[in-house]
């Protein structure tokens, strides 16, 4: 009798305490409370060179996923293009205090002062696939010296006159003032320095614009007739360099090295179909995802003050040409669909 | 009922100044302005932060630079061309700034001079071309773009990195592109400062004033001998300039200098010139003009830019934007003279007295007693106005040509041209020295000397606060006389129309004219009496303290007490004639004769009455078949200080004096002017003292 009181006291207690527990119950698990609360209501600010081609589209996924999934604000402002209205958005953003500030500098030097004022101003910066003498906080993007290495490794592997051929390549460059081009442009400069089995016989500029490679690689084939190949700076650009080789009716004979973002049709579709010879991939993708993680990481970690312990987030590099064309590549439907 | 009604609102409501505004030359501002005012209201709802610190300082920023090269464009615009390569200069100069900043080294002075001579040569090449050479500007200033873009692109090409490396710190580089004066940036004050000094050039100075010319009229300009090709080169030369020192600011600011630096500057640049109003044409802009259409571009891009708009929106919407602003000119252009021709002229309520009936009994009946003139120059002279006699019996009149015509004594038959002036020479008087002094209509007061040269007495007397016209010049100086100390008084008939359309005064009926006086001893010129309904002759009285002067449509004659115990007093003496006086001179009797230049007529008396009539008849029917008051015929009166007609003399065949203005006895003669006749009429007068002249009356004989 005395235990059934203590067993139904037990109960009822038990009972009592269920009762008390709040009615959806997450479990804790000693974190996720806490990155939410950091997370939510905070600004991120994103100015890409435009949001008019695959690698800030592919960025912009993931950005704005995690950003629902928290409750962040993602601004993104419309440069277009142009190094004077990203200069601008930037400063809007900066002065509309967001807490972590993206971006992609079109020009080596053109946001540099802009990336320190954001940090005087309490601003995290992260910059994509390009980035400035200075860092900010974060560079999550593609080692540019590796690549044009590997293009440069590539090319000469194929041209070489070791290897029987004529050693003649031409150079296309993007925009001078871009990082990329003026890193690659440099580490072009080292690797062929000195080379007696490679003559880099032209090296010209064609502004990241497909027609304008065009017009320069058909110029140079018609200089050079007997050229062994190209290296380009960027497989959106170098489509040009595609079609005047192939107005040339050199397709197959003339070697084209490129790099870009991986997505199927820019990057594994014109390597299957023989308009780039091999494509350096850096995964847009893998970068979305980078990008996203030290958002993440900034916003709940927020260095003091902002600038005072760079980090370098290199994304790993893949060379993609015949014979792995057909998986090496990510589909911007499917990110878009689905996520990065 | 309605008549009252229609007084209290000629009275109360000032329609007159709707057409006043409308015909100042800064309405063409109010166009843009509007379209300044709309985007602002537009946008700033839609941008939180829209008048934030941060924002309008960036947004000034912005401004300043654009601005430089829209002043440059504006002049050079103005100045009947086009600079297309602006583009193409900001961007070598951004490239030079940096060179010399950073790879050479130079210090902050010599870069902005070497940026300023590049943008200066690259401005010379293409003003040498456009100036002198005459080639057409617009071709010419693109090819100017292409090639000046393509040095860019090789010099990129070449020395890129060179030039972008930070060599050396300096602060003073650092605050052009980015530093502020308590909130205002360095770019907007130096695009402000140099906004002024241009602004100071197009309006007042005289380089101003021959680039506006050679804009509006080139031929007429070259024929005038402006140098039409000094002119325009030297636009293009600033154009250069200024475009260089927005590159020198760009470089500073962003500290690099990419192949798509400047890239569309030149289309910005035109877009606001168009919008802000700076006619494409040339000849019609202001340095405002082109600040207001920088500040629309400025607004319009960066709120398109802050409300994150897809790729391409924020142009089209400054195309569309362009396009309205564009439709919008040309139609005000067109319409503009028309809408103010029409709007202009404020009929006001004038209700006159009945003019009594003019038949045998009255005072006034006709007669042909000047029918027996002698005629002189008869087809020699065109608008005698007034005519005066000096103590040697020549005889001076205007002519509408601008001259004083003399005619010599004793017969008036030969004459020459005592003195060219200008205008319309009207109303005539000599002063104790035998200077000529004479009110030239469109000019000014005037006087001759004896030795026939021309002095300029007056042309401007004071502003009045509240007048939106200006009246501090004078448009139709009328008539005159002079006091014994020397003071000129002088009527001006009305400041709201000029000579060539003084009859559109009397459409209005209101009281638009004044009395002025000029005091020879201090050189000073004060407006005496103002609020007149056509004021016309002035005579001084004997006593030497009061005149009397002529109000042509209000049908009187007044006496004003200038000096003396009753000194600001005046009476009207003649209330109610039956003509619109005109001058007033004196007898030989010690009275006065007053010539009429038309009569009174009952039609136009009602329509005094009725300003809707005659607003509506201004708005619907062509202005040559507008009502005007009877100026056909006249009649010339001798009265007396208490307003009693004494004599009264009639052309009653009207061949040659149907209309007269003025009448001047001299010697026992009466000389008649009219300021539509071709010839001068002298009538004897019988009885009258044949030693009497006007310079005896007034000077007791002394002078010339």
């Known amino acids: 009798m005395r235990l059934n009181i203590v067993i139904g006291g037990l109960l009822a207690m038990m009972a009592f305490a269920l009762a008390a527990l709040p009615a959806h119950a997450e479990f804790d698990d000693g974190q996720i409370n806490k990155t939410s609360a950091l997370l939510k209501g905070k600004k991120v600010g994103f100015v890409p060179i435009s949001m008019g081609f695959d690698l800030p589209q592919a960025w912009y996924e993931g950005l704005h996923r995690a950003a629902e999934l928290y409750g962040f604000e993602v601004l993104v402002r419309e440069a277009n293009w142009n190094v004077q209205a990203g200069a601008q958005a930037i400063n809007q953003l900066i002065g509309e205090k967001v807490d972590v500030l993206i971006i992609q500098p079109p020009e080596m030097l053109a946001y540099a002062k802009l990336v320190d004022k954001a940090n005087a101003a309490g601003i995290s910066v992260i910059q994509i696939n390009l980035k400035s003498p200075n860092t900010g906080d974060a560079y999550v993007g593609a080692n540019w010296t590796e690549i044009f290495k590997r293009e440069a490794q590539g090319i000469t592997a194929i041209c070489s006159r070791d290897k029987g051929r004529n050693g003649k390549i031409a150079l296309i460059q993007g925009a001078l003032a871009t990082s990329g081009s003026q890193i690659g442009s440099q580490a072009l400069k080292e690797f062929f320095a000195g080379r007696k089995d490679i003559d880099v016989v032209a090296d010209q500029a064609a502004d990241w614009d497909a027609s304008k490679a065009r017009a320069v690689a058909g110029t140079i084939l018609k200089q050079h007739p007997d050229l062994c190949g190209f290296i380009g700076f960027w497989e959106v650009q170098d489509i040009g360099i595609a079609a005047a080789i192939k107005e040339a009716g050199l397709q197959g004979k003339v070697v084209l090295v490129t790099n870009g973002g991986g997505e199927q049709k820019s990057n594994c579709a014109n390597v299957a179909n023989g308009n780039f010879t091999m494509d350096v991939s850096y995964d847009a993708r893998g970068q979305a995802r980078d990008l996203t993680t030290v958002v993440e990481s900034l916003l709940q970690n927020k260095p003091a003050p902002p600038g005072s312990h760079p980090i370098g987030i290199y994304s790993p590099l893949t060379n993609i040409d015949k014979s792995n064309a057909a998986l090496g590549c990510w589909s911007l439907d499917g990110v878009k669909r689905d996520g990065p | ?704």
């Not at chain 2, 300044?36 to 209201?41: E, Y």
């Not at chain 2, 045998?360 to 042909?368: H, K, Q, T």
């Open chain 2, 1 to 704: 009922m309605s008549e009252s009604f229609s007084r209290w609102r000629a009275r109360l409501l000032p329609g007159h100044i709707i057409g006043e505004i409308l015909s100042k030359s800064w309405i063409d501002n109010a166009i843009p302005f509007l379209l300044l005012l709309l985007s602002i209201a537009f946008f700033s709802p839609r941008i939180s932060d829209f008048f934030a610190a941060y924002s309008l300082e960036d947004n000034s920023r912005q401004l300043g630079e654009l601005l430089l090269i829209v002043l440059g464009e504006t002049i050079v615009v103005l100045a009947g061309g086009i600079d297309l390569s602006v583009g193409a200069t900001f961007a070598m100069s951004t490239f030079a700034c940096l060179g010399m900043f950073n790879a050479l080294g130079w210090s902050v002075p010599s870069v902005m001079l070497g940026a300023a001579a590049i943008g200066g040569a690259i401005g010379l090449v293409n003003g040498l071309l456009i100036g002198y050479l005459r080639l057409r500007a617009f071709l010419t200033s693109l090819v100017t773009l292409i090639i000046v873009r393509a040095i860019f692109d090789a010099l990129t090409l070449k020395y890129q990195i060179a030039v972008s490396m930070p060599n050396q710190k300096s602060d003073l580089w650092d605050f052009l592109g980015n530093g502020s004066w308590f909130g205002v940036p360095f770019s907007l004050a130096l695009a402000a400062a140099i906004g002024l000094l241009c602004h100071i050039t197009l309006t007042r100075l005289r380089l101003g004033w021959h680039i506006q010319a050679v804009g509006g009229a080139r031929r007429s300009a070259y024929n005038a001998g402006i140098p039409v090709g000094r002119t325009v080169c030297s636009t293009y030369v600033l154009s250069g300039v200024l475009a260089a020192l927005s590159g020198a600011l760009y470089a500073s600011r962003l500290g690099a200098a990419g192949s798509d630096t400047g890239v569309g500057l030149e289309v910005a640049a035109l877009t606001a010139a168009v919008l802000g109003g700076v006619s494409l044409g040339g000849g019609r802009g202001s340095v405002v003009k082109g600040a207001l259409g920088a500040l629309i571009v400025t607004i319009v891009q960066t709120s398109l830019l802050r409300l994150g708009l897809g790729s391409g929106a924020s142009e089209m919407i400054l195309g569309i934007l362009l396009l309205v602003a564009v439709a919008i000119d040309v139609k005000w252009l067109k319409n503009r003279l028309k809408v103010l021709a029409k709007v202009y002229v404020a009929p006001g309520y004038l209700a006159l007295p009945a003019a009594e009936v003019v038949d045998e009994r009255s005072p006034y009946a006709l007669n042909d007693r000047l029918n027996a003139v002698e005629l002189i120059g008869l087809g020699e002279i065109e608008g005698p106005e007034d005519v005066i006699l000096d103590t040697a019996g020549n005889l001076y009149c205007g002519s509408r040509h601008g001259d004083v015509i003399r005619f010599f004594a004793p017969d008036h038959k030969k004459w020459d041209v005592y003195a060219h002036i200008g205008g319309h020479p009207l109303g005539h008087a000599f002063d104790r020295d035998g200077n000529l002094i004479v009110c030239v209509s469109g000019m000014g007061l005037y006087k001759v000397t004896p030795a026939q040269e021309i002095v300029k007495l007056s042309d401007e007397t004071n502003r009045s606060w509240l007048s939106i016209i200006d009246d501090s010049r004078m448009r139709l100086a009328d008539d005159l006389d002079i006091a014994p100390d020397g003071r000129i008084f002088f009527s001006e008939a009305t400041v709201r129309f000029d000579v060539s359309e003084w009859m559109v005064d009397s459409l209005e009926a209101r009281p638009n004219g004044r009395i002025i006086c000029y005091d020879p001893r201090t050189a000073t010129t004060r407006t005496v009496i103002s609020k007149l309904l056509f004021p016309n002759g002035i005579c001084m009285t004997l006593d030497g303290q009061s005149f009397l002067f002529a109000e042509s449509w209000g049908c009187r004659i007044t006496r004003y007490w200038f000096d003396g115990p009753n000194k600001g007093r005046s009476q009207v003496i003649m209330p109610n004639l039956p003509g619109y006086p005109d001058n007033i001179n004196r007898s030989s009797d010690g009275h006065f004769w007053c010539a009429f230049v038309g009569m009174r007529a009952p039609t136009f008396d009602l329509a005094l009455r009725m300003p809707g009539f005659r607003k509506r008849m201004v708005e619907r029917v062509p202005h040559d078949d507008w009502i005007y008051p009877n100026m056909n015929s006249g009649c010339v009166i001798k009265f007396d200080l208490e307003g009693t007609v004494r004599d009264c003399l009639w052309d009653r065949n009207g061949v040659n004096h149907p209309m007269i203005t003025s009448m001047r006895e001299h010697q026992g003669h009466l000389y008649l002017g009219g300021s539509l006749n071709n010839r001068i009429g002298r009538l004897k007068l019988p009885g009258a003292d044949p030693e009497w002249t006007g310079m005896r009356s007034y000077w007791q004989g002394g002078g010339a």
